[in-house]
Nanobody, 121 residues
Framework: QVQLVESGGGLVQAGGSLRLSCTAS????????MGWYRQAPGKQRELVAL???????NYADSVKGRFTISRDNAKKTVLLQMNSLQPADTAVYYC???????????????WGQGAQVTVSS
């Protein structure tokens, strides 16, 4: 069984920083893209940042220059460093990964349980 376990998040004042971490575990053959999405109350889930297996990155315009995504393939971990946080960044942040598990011929999408990030003004 493949799982994504998140840690980090919490409450921070505007201008502060937080770091999110997510580790994949289980019977994993290979991991393709890893990333982070977020969902604010009353809004749709949106992409925050994505990193490919080759470490190419893609960011939402709203976080460019403030957030940094990175991954450690050996540890099956993806990190999101969030700096200069703003109240508009308040949301539940979900880890995402495209994983091929043992016994499967195809890659599937997996999601973490979600981590609350709250930025006070």
């Amino acid at each position: 069984q493949v799982q994504l376990v998140e840690s980090g998040g919490g409450l921070v004042q505007a201008g502060g920083s937080l770091r999110l971490s997510c580790t994949a575990s289980g019977s994993i053959i290979s991991i393709d893209d890893m990333g982070w999405y977020r969902q604010a109350p009353g809004k749709q889930r949106e992409l925050v940042a994505l990193v490919t297996r080759g470490s190419s990155t893609n960011y939402a315009d709203s976080v460019k220059g403030r957030f940094t995504i990175s991954r450690d393939n050996a540890k099956k971990t993806v990190l999101l460093q969030m700096n200069s946080l703003q109240p508009a960044d308040t949301a539940v942040y979900y880890c995402y990964a495209v994983i091929r598990g043992y016994g499967n011929y195809r890659y599937s999408d997996y999601w973490g349980q979600g981590a609350q990030v709250t930025v006070s003004s």
